[in-house]
């Protein structure tokens, strides 16, 4: 499809288990984010892929987390050691020009992960 | 630090009334300025976004917003309400360079 596509949809895991999460952007997009959106609250930045640099991590909450975009593409975010608090929805969004640029984001339909 | 404050975390209207989501920025610079809807179970949508050329923006679906530097606000509005509207709005800014940031959101209800 044309969209920006993340997988899994859905993704369980026990304390203390490491997961990664899949995002392939729009073709062609230059830029790539990740989210993560608590329940009932609005996304909150993780970090930020130029082709395939990494320009901004600020937003990554604990080295337990970790994302990379080898290629320019395909980007994965990973989770080591996850803890309940890491329970939450990622989204993936892309676009054709740079960060803060007037190029909308186009967002993926998210994991939804739920640390038990 | 920019910033967006979303003043209603729920608003609630009847079908065929106005809608008005409100939203206060902070930024040190001219900032770009966007409203997302986020429908259950879907992907964030963009329904419009400023830029710096005209002030009142039209987006989809018949929304529009109005720029107002004096006031630091970005008001979502639409005459009439329809049921499908019913979802969750994001007011998001960014400057150049930097990642967009979110409000909290505003849950938008329309009964019948």
């Known amino acids: 499809g044309a969209g920006v596509s993340q997988s899994p949809r859905y993704k369980v895991a026990k304390r203390g288990q490491d997961v990664a999460l899949r995002c392939d952007p729009i073709?062609?997009?230059?830029?790539l984010f990740w989210y993560q959106q608590a329940l009932g609250q609005g996304p909150e930045f993780l970090t930020y892929f130029q082709n395939e640099a990494q320009l901004d991590k600020s937003g990554l909450p604990s080295d337990r987390f970790f994302a990379e975009r080898p290629e320019g593409s395909v980007s994965t975010l990973k989770i080591q050691r996850t803890q309940q608090e890491d329970s939450a929805v990622y989204l993936c969004a892309s676009s054709f020009l740079g960060a803060g640029t007037n190029s909308p984001l186009h967002f993926g339909n998210g994991t939804r992960l739920t640390v038990t | 630090a920019q910033s967006v404050t979303q003043l209603d975390s729920h608003v609630s209207v009847s079908e065929g009334t106005p809608v008005l989501l409100r939203c206060n920025y902070s930024s040190s610079y001219s900032p770009s300025l966007f409203w997302y809807v986020q429908h259950p179970n879907k992907g964030l949508q963009l329904l419009l976004k400023?830029?710096?050329?005209?002030?009142l923006v039209k987006g989809i679906n018949g929304f529009e917003a109005e720029f107002k530097k004096s006031e630091t606000s970005f008001h979502l509005t639409k005459p009439s309400a329809h049921m499908s509207d019913a979802a969750e709005y994001f007011c998001?800014?960014?400057?150049?360079?930097?990642?967009?940031?979110f409000g909290k959101g505003t849950t938008l209800s329309v009964s019948s």
């Open positions: 073709s062609g997009h230059v830029s």
């Open positions: 998001v800014v960014t400057l150049a360079g930097t990642a967009l940031i």
């Open positions: 400023y830029t710096s050329a005209a002030t």
